[in-house]
């Protein structure tokens, strides 16, 4: 019933630029903060970026001033865009809906099935 279904991913040359995507589905969009994450092969999985329901957004230090999230609340999606790219950029990347417990319930989170990016040359 709930989906992330993240797309954008691919293969792109060092200091080149992606747009990901992800849509959700089956939740109530503006309640969840979105968060995109990545694992690269090997190493534990990692926050990436992060916007709350008011537009707030946070970022990794590896990515701050290369990567922007925005989020469309009335496409209940939420994107990321990644410019001048590096190899340690390379990642599964995975989309994050993420709601801690309140007045509508409980806490609850939802991962999509990741989208690979792959920066080489």
């Known amino acids: 019933q709930v989906q992330l279904v993240e797309s954008g991913g691919g293969l792109v040359q060092p200091g080149g630029s992606l747009r990901l995507s992800c849509v959700a589905s089956?939740?109530?969009?503006?309640?969840?903060?979105m968060n995109w994450y990545r694992q690269a092969s090997g190493k534990q999985r990692e926050l990436v970026a992060a916007?709350?329901?008011?537009?707030?957004?946070n970022y990794a230090d590896s990515v701050k001033g290369r990567f922007t999230i925005s989020r469309d609340n009335a496409k209940n999606t939420v994107s990321l865009q990644m410019n001048s790219l590096r190899l340690e950029d390379t990642a599964v990347y995975y989309c994050?809906?993420?709601?801690?417990?309140?007045?509508?319930?409980?806490?609850?989170?939802?991962w999509g099935q990741g989208t690979q990016v792959t920066v080489s040359s």
């Open positions: 089956g939740i109530i969009f503006t309640r969840y903060t």
């Open positions: 916007i709350s329901s008011g537009g707030s957004t």
């Open positions: 994050n809906a993420r709601t801690t417990s309140g007045p509508s319930g409980p806490a609850r989170s939802y």
